[in-house]
């Protein structure tokens, strides 16, 4: 993930916007998205950027201790919202944030499907060569394709037992749901978060192996009945793998902005 270098000085909220959009341009959002600067004050200077999967009350309070003007998160702050007030919940958070002078700019399935995005960091993570778009979602205005997942090769074919071993420490997470259809984990499809829905398209393409999150237990049925190995590799895991990149792009392109990665926010489901 790159971002030209920035000049020097203090960047305005309408920069780091300017300069994300270029990175996950918001036409390749789904219909359903809501990304781009949700709250806050876009002519303000920024010193400081927290960058998070979510947005939550307790990276709101890191950020307010961190003097941080600048939450980047790849999840929607909110979708709709009926009410804005001082309750609990998401209106909440738009308080708060406003209330300490912060601004939330959130990437969500632009940054899915963007080039060094969500899924070019989980294929990364789940140690892919020579990767491809899994299939074709959209095209851009100027004819480029995109895609909300990957598809490529292990370097060399592994059992599944071992490649779930693997998973588990570049996921950094605490369990992994998985089918094993007795085949070697070779070609492997990534979709970031809930991804259940492509293992289709992951067969049609080939893979004998598709990794996402959030898997129903009737996509575990059509795995069997398909003969694909199929991983859950949570939701927080199989995506906050874009947040180191998205953090050091951010560095490159301000380097005079203190840009830190939330240490409060972390994978919320426990195995035992």
């Known amino acids: ?9 203090a960047p305005t909220v309408r920069k780091v916007l300017e300069r994300l959009e270029r990175l996950a341009p918001p036409e390749m959002k789904m ?37 941080a003007e600048l939450v980047v998160s790849h999840h929607p702050l909110f979708f709709s919202l009926k009410n804005v007030t001082a309750e609990p919940g998401q209106g909440g958070r738009v308080v708060k944030l406003i209330a300490g002078g912060m601004s939330a700019i959130c990437m969500h399935t632009n940054l899915d499907a963007a080039i060094g995005g969500v899924n070019d960091a989980l294929a990364e993570a789940a140690g892919l060569v020579d990767v491809e778009l899994l299939t074709e979602h959209g095209r851009t205005t100027s004819g480029e ?17 071992e490649y779930l071993e693997f998973l588990k420490g570049r996921l950094g ?7 094993d259809a007795g085949r070697p984990v070779s070609q492997v499809a990534v979709v970031g978060g809930s991804g259940g829905s492509e293992l289709g398209a992951a067969a049609a393409r080939g893979c004998d192996t598709l990794l996402t999150a959030d898997v129903k237990y009737d996509v575990f049925l059509e795995a069997r009945e ?17 947040v180191p990149g998205l953090a050091e792009a951010l560095r490159e392109a301000f380097p005079s902005v ?6 409060r926010h972390g994978q919320t489901v426990k195995f035992k």
């Open 1 to 9: 993930m790159s971002m030209n270098t920035g000049s020097g000085g």
């Open 31 to 67: 219909d359903f998205d809501n990304v781009g600067l949700l709250a806050g004050f876009p002519d303000a200077r920024v010193s400081g950027i927290l960058v998070s999967l979510d947005i939550t009350d307790d990276v709101i309070d890191e950020a307010a201790a961190l003097g």
């Open 145 to 161: 394709s995109f895609s909300y997942g990957r598809r490529g090769r292990l370097r060399s074919p592994r059992a599944m037992g």
């Open 173 to 179: 997470t605490s369990g992994l749901r998985y089918y």
């Open 226 to 242: 398909r003969g694909v190995n199929l991983i859950d590799g949570d939701h927080f895991c199989t995506e906050n793998t874009v």
């Open 258 to 263: 203190n840009t830190s990665i939330s240490k």
